[in-house]
T-cell receptor, first 109, second 116 residues
Framework: GQNIDQPTEMTATEGAIVQINCTYQ??????LFWYQQHAGEAPTFLSY??LDGLEEKGRFSSFLSRSKGYSYLLLKELQMKDSASYLC??????????WGAGTKLIIKP | GAVVSQHPSRVICKSGTSVKIECRSL??????MFWYRQFPKQSLMLMAT?????????EQGVEKDKFLINHASLTLSTLTVTSAHPEDSSFYIC????????????FGQGTRLTVV
């Protein structure tokens, strides 16, 4: 079956760095997305990886290893507003999005 | 980026009544839209895939007679929760992608439904 695994919750300190991991098993693969979702709001797009390697976008970076079925989202210089859930979603051979359960990130002062 | 507009953002209804939620793609034609439900502290759960001009495809366990989906045009899909009950209270979110499905999903603002 198809499956996405990511940690349920993580805690980090303001100003620090945190890495949120995601592993996936899908029928075919056509890229991986990361979304941020604040409580009570719709998800917002953060990044998309389809090739191996690191994509950097400001304070956020995303990494993909297709051979390992693994991705991570790296958040630097954490701010309190980064407290949110981070959703990993892989695209299968039919371009359907398979969603992870999300990682709730708690930022402490 | 593309914009998807969802309305209403919040609705409170009495048990037994029906509620309609609209989802519009504002600057692109979405042949396919997706309807999700999200309970507190849980991930997105795909309810159905809405196909323009044809019947929606429902996920296992989702009652098609209770959650009516209409996708009459390339820019509008509606979800009607019929005979709503308190257990239907949830956050409903629609999503659309470009016709090729090769880009990220764009989400509506979500609808917080409370059935009393």
């Amino acid at each position: 079956g198809q499956n996405i695994d990511q940690p349920t919750e993580m805690t980090a300190t303001e100003g620090a760095i945190v890495q949120i991991n995601c592993t996936y098993q899908t029928s075919g693969f056509n890229g991986l997305f990361w979304y941020q979702q604040h409580a009570g709001e719709a998800p917002t797009f953060l990044s998309y990886n389809v090739l191996d390697g690191l994509e950097e976008k400001g304070r956020f970076s995303s990494f993909l290893s297709r051979s390992k079925g693994y991705s991570y989202l790296l958040l630097k210089e954490l701010q309190m507003k980064d407290s949110a859930s981070y959703l990993c979603a892989a695209t299968d051979s039919n371009y359907q999005l398979i969603w992870g359960a999300g990682t709730k990130l708690i930022i402490k002062p | 980026g593309a914009v998807v507009s969802q309305h209403p953002s919040r609705v409170i209804c009495k048990s037994g009544t029906s509620v309609k939620i609209e989802c519009r793609s504002l600057d692109f034609q979405a042949t396919t839209m997706f309807w999700y439900r999200q309970f507190p502290k849980q991930s997105l759960m795909l309810m159905a895939t809405s196909n323009e001009g044809s019947k929606a495809t429902y996920e296992q366990g989702v009652e098609k007679d209770k959650f009516l989906i209409n996708h009459a045009s390339l820019t509008l899909s509606t979800l009607t929760v019929t005979s709503a009950h308190p257990e239907d209270s949830s956050f409903y979110i629609c999503s659309a992608r470009d016709p090729g499905g090769h880009t990220e999903a764009f989400f509506g603002q979500g609808t917080r439904l409370t059935v009393v």
